[in-house]
């Protein structure tokens, strides 16, 4: 490692990943067994918190040290980007509760499979990041990623047609389709941070 | 000020923000009082075009400044990202003339409080960026523009809410819902601009 | 031309915007025409893919050319940015097909109508990119896409207000809303390249 808090600073994109992952399979497991329980949501609402704890934490240290791994602007703009995925996890679930939506789908549940499996892909970009000599690799997680992406598109477009097809309530067509819109925005947020990776990789290429 | 322009860049860089604090208490204004009145939106239509007009300037001044105080994609992003904050806020009260919405719940009234409040904060920050050797304040005045967002979100999530317990009629909810959404998005923008100051901050660190 | 693959790096940006307009201008055949035609959704299928395979060529071009003609995390950007507006054109034709909707009604054709222009405009900054020392007239072009991109908004907000005037089955105004929402979208991702242009402009003034 050629810079003093190199390790560090990799060490903390992992950890903000990992939460990431974590996080969304708490809404699978959130979504698989009792979308009304108290104690499940808070399971997810700690994990953002914890995640703008860690965002944080990685902004303080880009403040005070003197050379960094990657260029400051660039460590800030990912673990952002990364951030902004736990916000529509945590947001899809606390929905769920607070618009006391009348079932949970099949398709809820198809949805926060690929999410999880994107989460996957991203934790594993986010690590391979440290060793940025194998772009190729690097960039080849990234179309992962991407691919990962489309499958959830596929998934979230099936969903919304099962609903206009089911579902005849209006209201409950407007509750559930801002629910499964908000499952594929977290994986359109899992792109963008393959995005940011992909523009670090370039840069430094 | 190191640069021979230097100071005009700031300027431009408060007026900017101050148009977007003084459309942010247009719509606060428009909502108080009477929201299908052709004049109040006149006054907000006016701010959003003048602040086209201040991006437009700030653009052609990078263009032709030879040293700037900042990177003049930095300059370009942050005069973008305020003026992102303008269209949203002049889209709400446009839409609740467009949709003919029935009434003025305090939801409404609310959210404009948090927005205006969360402009405020935005508006200091950006008047702080002049004093990039106090990266400590301006980080600091990025987190309250966070904390504010996080209000906005709760208020909004609140009405939401709430538009579901109260209303009943499923085009109302619709109409309701967009503009509430569209309110929230505008304090997001805020929290947009924090991200960029804090790059800009971190870039310069 | 100063750099050994410059000249190739303007040919594929160029590639990649000419398949955004012919996808905005297959989008207003699919419109005119025959929504519900598999065929027709098939060419604009063909285009997105063909947008995936264009911008992944570059990434890869990127990240084994040494010297490139605008910094490489630029030219990320702006072929990201132009692939997002393929998204958002075959998505709503994809849409109308997946929504089953009842009728296209000429607000549909109003707005592709509008989302071929800009992309028009779209194609010529791209075009004149190569030629950087003219920011005057690239930042004019990107005026012109800005000026657009306002059109569209204008055609969109009065297709939304006559959509909650003519029609009453609300799931019918949740189906079609977002498809309009989702053309608009198209020409706000067209604004993005405007943005990501005059970057790349300023930052080399």
Redesign the interface.
């Given at each position: 490692m050629l810079f003093p808090k190199g390790k560090e600073f990799f060490e903390r994109i992992d950890l903000i990943a990992q939460n990431v992952l974590e996080s969304a399979k708490a809404l699978q497991d959130f979504i698989a067994n009792s979308p009304t329980s108290a104690a499940k949501l808070k399971v997810l609402e700690d994990k953002e918190h914890e995640g703008?704890r860690l965002t944080?934490d990685v902004?303080?240290l880009?403040?005070k040290t003197f050379i960094t791994p990657l260029?400051?602007?660039d460590i800030?703009?990912l673990v952002?980007a990364m951030d902004d995925i736990l916000d529509y996890i945590f947001g899809s679930a606390?929905r769920m509760v607070?618009?006391?939506i009348p079932y949970i789908s099949d398709e809820f549940k198809a949805l926060s499979r690929v999410l999880v499996r994107t989460a996957e892909e991203v934790a594993k970009a986010a690590l391979r990041l440290k060793d940025l000599k194998n772009?190729?690799m690097i960039?080849a997680q990234c179309?992962e990623i991407?691919r990962m992406e489309n499958e959830a598109d596929e998934a979230h477009?099936h969903a919304?047609?099962m609903l206009?097809e089911k579902e005849?309530d209006?209201?409950n067509?407007?509750?559930i389709?801002e629910i499964l819109d908000h499952m594929e925005t977290a994986t359109d947020r899992c792109e963008d941070v393959a995005?940011v990776i992909?523009?670090i990789?370039?840069?430094n290429?």
């Open positions: 703008d944080h902004i303080e880009l403040n260029d400051r602007e800030h703009e952002s606390d607070l618009y006391k772009s190729q960039l179309i991407n477009r919304v047609a206009f005849k209006p209201v067509i407007i509750k389709k995005n992909e523009s990789v370039l840069k290429a």
